[in-house]
């Protein structure tokens, strides 16, 4: 079943143009779409990072939920679904909140990434892989999650959060 994305301008207005999501997909230049991160930090300040399943790009890496926000829905509405589809939790907007928006411009796409945050203990044996994209799920601690940058087991667009963990945690 094919996805569909909207297409924003730089200013993150939808322009009206919608795009099927596809892997190798390009954008004009521009041209935005929507993608949404979302940390979850327990209550011991460790941080839930989910393992992408083999066969996916970026295969066995380490990360937080992250997804496209799809045509028709907020940025919020976006990592809700993600969350659910990805590790099988239901949560409700007063328990998320948006910390950060980054922009990033490559060649061939570009995208506006709003960054979540979630303070809540996910009990490990409640997460479900419902839509086979993750296979695994482990609570790492801010110095776990900064070797496995150094040791390429996590995506090396996700070091900004080394920086943002003091502020969020001080």
């Known amino acids: 079943m094919s ?8 200013k993150k207005e939808k322009t009206g143009k919608v795009v099927e999501r596809k892997r190798g997909a ?17 209550k011991d300040g460790k941080i839930l990072l989910t393992q992408r399943k083999q066969d996916k790009h970026n295969g066995g890496k380490w990360e937080p939920t992250t997804g496209l926000v799809a045509s028709g829905e907020s940025s919020l509405q976006g990592i809700i679904r993600e969350l659910n589809e990805e590790i099988g939790i239901n949560i409700n907007q007063s328990e998320i909140k948006l910390i950060k ?14 960054i979540y945050l979630i303070r809540k203990d996910i009990d490990l044996n409640c997460v479900k892989y419902n839509d086979g994209e993750v296979v695994n799920a482990k ?25 943002l963990y003091k502020e969020i945690i001080y």
């Open 101 to 114: 928006q980054i922009v990033e411009e490559r060649a061939d796409i570009s995208f506006f990434r709003d």
């Open 26 to 42: 390009s954008l004009e230049k521009g041209e935005y779409i929507i993608s949404v991160t979302c940390w979850i930090i327990n």
């Open 139 to 163: 609570y790492v601690t801010i110095d776990e999650f900064n070797s496995m940058l150094l040791n390429n087991e996590t995506l090396e667009y996700l070091k900004y959060f080394s920086t």
């Open 3 to 10: 996805e569909f994305i909207d297409v924003y301008n730089s």
